[in-house]
């Protein structure tokens, strides 16, 4: 079916994914992720927007950004673009760097945006890559803490819902963020709209920024819904199909099986053919994640 449209609504936040093609490595040296801070940061300046966190991981990109007068589109393709010219023509090579379309969600900033922040730089943690989030030099978390000035990254937002002196709000933010518990946290990503996976948020909020509000219908089939769960929380389909009982993945299988009943795309026990999983088992896993899912 048609990919739905981008929503463009000037000072909205969204946090967007873009991946290397094929999942294939997008940075080459140390000095690649360099030269893609400094590629946003002219980018932004050219055309106004706000970069309020960004992660740089191997084979992909995340931004939490706030749009200006601009569409996000016109942003990321010329911040991707600049970007793959450069190293492509130092390395020699041809093709797509970047997969064809980027993978954008707008958020409910007044709900989801400190949620969204922290998941944002724990990816590394949650990756395995490092430890602790204060391990990993390729993101905005340093910039928050006050180890590292890059002018081009506001912090200011985010950290004044922390309270107005700096000191205190860098302290309840990294309390928030470097806490014990903080990666086991779910992640903001399984509340998307159930009638809309571009939108993070209630039907509230997709009221306020002018989106039509109706019944659930069958958007997508099964395969892509499936598909977006392993772009949005960064998980393979093999290890989602797998005997595997991480609770990473178990959350993501709930999350697919609510979203497919909530979308009606399929029941649950067509999504547990699909993920080869036991009926009553999945039935019992999303009682406890989603108890409204009972079909």
Not at 136 to 158: I, K, L, M, N
Not at 230 to 252: A, G, K, P
């Amino acid at each position: 079916m048609p990919r739905r449209l981008r929503i463009h609504v000037p000072g909205a936040f969204y946090h967007v994914t873009l991946r290397g093609n094929h999942r294939q490595l997008i940075f080459f040296c140390e000095d690649d992720r360099q030269l893609l801070g400094d590629i946003v940061a002219a980018t932004i300046e050219r055309f106004p927007a706000r970069v309020h966190a960004y992660c740089w991981m191997s084979n992909h990109i995340h931004l939490l950004i706030q749009a200006g007068d601009m569409p996000i589109g016109r942003v990321i393709l010329r911040i991707a673009s600049r970007y793959a010219r450069t190293v492509q023509a130092r390395l020699s090579t041809t093709g797509h760097l970047f997969e064809r379309r980027y993978h954008a969600v707008m958020v409910d900033a007044d709900r989801y945006l400190l949620a969204v922040l922290r998941y944002v730089h724990l990816n590394p943690v949650r990756a395995g890559l490092v430890a602790e989030v204060c391990d990993y030099p390729w993101s905005s978390h340093p910039v928050y803490v006050g180890t590292r000035s890059e002018p081009w990254v506001t912090t200011d937002f985010a950290l004044r819902l922390w309270g107005p002196s700096r000191a205190k709000a860098v302290a309840g933010y990294r309390a928030f963020v470097e806490g014990p518990h903080a990666v086991n946290i779910s992640s903001p990503f399984s509340n998307v709209h159930p009638d809309d996976s571009r939108i993070l948020g209630d039907d509230e909020f997709r009221k306020s920024i002018g989106v039509p509000i109706g019944q659930a219908s069958s958007i997508g089939s099964l395969s892509q819904l499936i598909e977006e769960a392993c772009r949005t929380h960064e998980v393979e389909l093999d290890d989602l199909v797998s005997d595997i009982r991480q609770r990473r993945l178990t959350t993501v299988r709930a999350w697919i099986a609510h979203q497919a009943v909530a979308r009606r795309i399929a029941s649950i026990s067509e999504v547990a053919r699909h993920l080869h999983r036991d009926e009553s088992s999945l039935r019992e896993l999303v009682a406890r994640h989603h108890p409204s899912c009972r079909r």
